[in-house]
């Protein structure tokens, strides 16, 4: 019972502070670039709202990574042992810091 009133204190608390910054935000850029009218708390927080809505999306992102290993998962376990190693040299084949570091360094030498 205590998380779930820390939970909607916080939450409360955070909701109201980033729509003082929303509003603080535009009242200070949009009427001087773009002419455009200042606005109270209650249309910076429905702004808010209304960017979550278009741009956002109401779906939570909490599950997206567990989703993604599950997938990779099961694609891993239908491969073949030449398939998982073709794979496995194209993970060695990205960018590390060490093979990074090699590329600058012939570059900066002047080998290319």
Request: net charge positive; proline share 4%; charged share 25%.
């Amino acid at each position: 019972m205590r998380i779930a009133v820390k939970i909607i204190v916080f939450g409360t608390i955070a909701i109201v502070v980033f729509g003082f910054v929303v509003m603080s935000l535009w009242n200070w850029l949009m009427p001087a670039l773009f002419r455009l009218p200042v606005i109270s708390f209650w249309q910076a927080l429905g702004l808010v709202i209304l960017c979550k809505i278009l741009f956002g999306g109401l779906h939570s992102h909490q599950n997206k990574g567990r989703h993604r290993r599950c997938r990779l998962r099961d694609r891993w376990e239908h491969m073949t042992p030449e398939e998982r190693q073709k794979f496995r040299e194209g993970l060695r084949g990205r960018s590390s810091p060490a093979t990074t570091e090699l590329k600058y360094g012939e570059y900066e030498s002047g080998r290319t």
